[in-house]
Nanobody, 117 residues
Framework: QVQLVESGGGLVQPGGSLRLSCAAS????????MNWYRQAPGKERELVAA??????????NYADSAKGRFTISRDNAKNTVYLQMNSLKPEDTAVYYC????????WGQGTQVTVSS
């Protein structure tokens, strides 16, 4: 069955960096777009970054809030998608979820990112 397992979250000071990882299994990873979403307390889940499938060129898109600070990447040999987050701000605090593009949707369990001094 499809599994998405996130890791790499934690507590970081403003201006710091974290790298999230999402290990995927149960499907042909390089055939699917992969996405990172986040959900802050009391807010709706929002798309942070997306990367297309290998056959679609691995193109990347970012939310305005992530542009210039976050980088999404994928390693198709390791069935893993990453989110490198730099210059973190308190407003980046949220649970970050990995998502497989397409239908049906699949989600990981989420990893907490807290940006605080």
């Amino acid at each position: 069955q499809v599994q998405l397992v996130e890791s790499g979250g934690g507590l970081v000071q403003p201006g710091g960096s974290l790298r999230l990882s999402c290990a995927a299994s149960g499907f042909t990873f390089n055939h699917y777009a992969m996405n990172w979403y986040r959900q802050a307390p009391g807010k709706e889940r929002e798309l942070v970054a997306a990367i297309s499938s290998a056959s679609a060129g691995g193109s990347k898109n970012y939310a305005d809030s992530a542009k210039g600070r976050f980088t999404i990447s994928r390693d198709n040999a390791k069935n893993t998608v990453y989110l490198q987050m730099n210059s973190l701000k308190p407003e980046d605090t949220a649970v970050y979820y990995c998502n497989r593009g397409g239908f049906p949707a699949y989600w990981g369990q989420g990893t907490q990112v807290t940006v605080s001094s």
